[in-house]
């Protein structure tokens, strides 16, 4: 079993800044992909940004210039640093992982419980 703990959520003016947190623990052999996504009231659960193995990270069209994720593999933890968020921003954001818990394991994804961000004046 893998754990996601997110951390940092929490009241935000626009145009300020925040950091998320997520860090994973368990059984973990490799992740291959930390990623953040984000569920607004009464609207389906989205993408915010990726980060991929090897480097390469995603990031949805509303969010990019302003939410840049980053990625610890050493301690098995991602970040989503939140500048210039905006009241549309509000939500909660869940963090997710795809992890194999064992060499040559099928990756299994695993989510986070989630923490509210709100982008208030």
């Known amino acids: 079993q893998v754990q996601l703990v997110e951390s940092g959520g929490g009241l935000v003016q626009p145009g300020g800044s925040l950091r998320l947190s997520c860090a994973a623990s368990?059984?973990?052999?490799?992740?291959?992909?930390m990623a953040w996504y984000r569920q607004a009231s009464g609207k389906q659960r989205e993408l915010v940004a990726q980060?991929?193995?090897?480097?390469?990270?995603n990031y949805a069209d509303s969010v990019k210039g302003r939410f840049t994720i980053s990625r610890d593999n050493a301690k098995n933890t991602v970040y989503l640093q939140m500048n210039d968020p905006k009241p549309e921003d509000t939500a909660v954001y869940y963090c997710?992982?795809?992890?194999?818990?064992?060499?040559?394991?099928?990756?299994?994804?695993?989510w986070g419980q989630g923490t509210q961000v709100t982008v208030s004046s």
């Open positions: 368990g059984s973990i052999f490799s992740i291959f992909v």
């Open positions: 980060s991929i193995s090897g480097g390469s990270t």
């Open positions: 997710n992982a795809e992890v194999a818990s064992v060499r040559g394991g099928v990756p299994y994804a695993y």
